[in-house]
């Protein structure tokens, strides 16, 4: 695969105001799949904020030292293949979706904001053309992990809570 290295731009963190360089995402519809390829979606839209959040359950759901995820407005997302196939499981405050054959992490479905669900970046097939633009819940991180990535970090939500978080979804989706 070819990239155009003069394509790459120099973008600024809304809530951060740090600046860090994005391939723009060619992709109109962006595609993706659990690892067997049993279940697979695709989002027609924007991707809202992206962000690590370092929280136990995402550390635990994915296996990992945390969980890079993007907010995509619900009526921009749809399955493919295989939602039938989709198992779930009931966490605080969001359900979690799965693979019930390789048991790969999907979406999460938010109780209380209900028109977004929680999208791994993990899983998807091209470069979104967004970065993160912080860490959450670093006060819950993987005791072994060390971030160096320079970007903000906070103990749990941002200040104003979750609800800045959500306007600033919801203004880029």
């Known amino acids: ?23 723009p995402s060619t992709h109109k ?6 690892l067997c390829g049993a279940i697979a979606y695709e ?9 690590n959040c370092h929280c136990s359950l ?5 296996g990992t030292a945390f969980r890079t995820r993007a907010a ?9 293949r295989g939602e039938a196939l989709l198992s779930k499981y009931s966490a605080p405050s969001s359900i979690k979706t799965f693979c019930s054959i390789c048991g790969s992490s999907l979406i ?14 993990g899983g998807l097939d091209q470069d979104p053309g967004a970065r993160p ?25 941002p200040p104003g809570g979750a609800a800045a978080i959500r306007a600033k979804e919801e203004s880029s989706c």
């Open 1 to 23: 695969m070819l990239f155009n290295l003069f394509a790459w731009k120099i973008r600024e963190s809304k809530l951060s105001k740090r600046k860090y360089y994005a391939y």
């Open 29 to 34: 519809t962006l595609t993706g799949e659990c």
């Open 43 to 51: 989002i027609n839209g924007k991707l809202g904020l992206v962000v």
């Open 58 to 62: 995402c550390r635990k759901w994915h």
């Open 72 to 80: 995509v407005a619900k009526k921009q997302f749809k399955w493919v």
């Open 108 to 121: 999460s479905l938010y109780e209380n904001n209900p028109d977004y669900i929680g999208l791994p970046l």
């Open 133 to 157: 633009v912080m860490n959450l819940f670093v006060g819950s991180k993987a005791p072994w992990y060390d971030i160096t990535d320079g970007l903000p970090q906070h103990d749990e939500w």
